[in-house]
Antibody, heavy 120, light 102 residues
Framework: EVRLVESGGDLVQPGGSLRLSCAGS????????MSWVRQAPGKGLEWVAN????????AHVDSVKGRLTISRDNAKNSLYLQMSSLRVEDTAVYYC?????????????WGQGTLVTVSS | IVMTQSPATLSVSPGERATLSCRAS??????LAWYQQKPGQAPRLLIY???IRATGIPARFSGSGSGTDFTLTISSLQSEDSAVYYC?????FGQGTKVEIK
């Protein structure tokens, strides 16, 4: 069974930092692109970042560039999102997602999400 | 690119057909996916490449379209289909259509 389990969400003050983690199991982690998708409370879905199989290629949505950084450790079957200079508008549930092979960014496996709340 | 979904809310009786629309601000070929999200749950991939059902998705869900205009059809609505449905092209999601059971 494919499983993605996120952790690290918390309440943090504006300007603060946080590191989200995602543990993958039940599949060969290092042959998949992976992404983070977030959802603000009561709102729609927003793609945040993706990373290729070996971590050599990354992309981030403009609104988070320079503040949120995606990375992975294939030896640990883990995906990360390093978050700094957090803003109130970063408040959301963050989902770790697996991309279908083929490069079209279709997300066929989702974690349960971890909540990040940015508030003073 | 901007993805625009309509209607915002759709109310359909059980057993009836539900038709959801998604329009891209420019042509995207067939690079389009549909997701279903129920309250308190993560989204689930229904359709990719505009018309291919993902693994385990019932046949009552079908997708069509290419270029800028796409449709998700639920041929005979079941009570468990009450959810928000999103279309997606690469990093762009639509704002969602909420399907309610009459």
């Amino acid at each position: 069974e494919v499983r993605l389990v996120e952790s690290g969400g918390d309440l943090v003050q504006p300007g603060g930092s946080l590191r989200l983690s995602c543990a993958g199991s039940g599949f060969t982690f290092d042959i998949y692109w992976m992404s983070w998708v977030r959802q603000a409370p009561g709102k729609g879905l927003e793609w945040v970042a993706n990373i290729n199989e070996d971590g050599s290629a990354k992309a981030h949505v403009d609104s988070v560039k320079g503040r949120l950084t995606i990375s992975r450790d294939n030896a640990k079957n883990s995906l990360y999102l390093q978050m700094s200079s957090l803003r109130v508008e970063d408040t959301a549930v963050y989902y770790c997602v697996r991309d279908i092979p083929g490069g079209a960014s279709y997300f066929d496996a989702w974690g349960q999400g971890t909540l990040v709340t940015v508030s003073s | 690119i901007v993805m625009t979904q309509s209607p915002a809310t759709l109310s359909v009786s059980p057993g009836e057909r539900a038709t959801l629309s998604c329009r891209a601000s420019r042509g995207v070929g067939s690079r389009l996916a549909w997701y279903q999200q129920k309250p308190g749950q993560a989204p689930r991939l229904l359709i990719y490449d505009a018309s291919i059902r993902a693994t385990g998705i019932p046949a009552r869900f079908s997708g069509s379209g290419s270029g800028t205009d796409f449709t998700l059809t639920i041929s005979s609505l079941q009570s468990e289909d009450s959810a928000v449905y999103y279309c997606q092209n690469y990093g762009a999601f639509g704002q969602g259509t909420k399907v309610e059971i009459k």
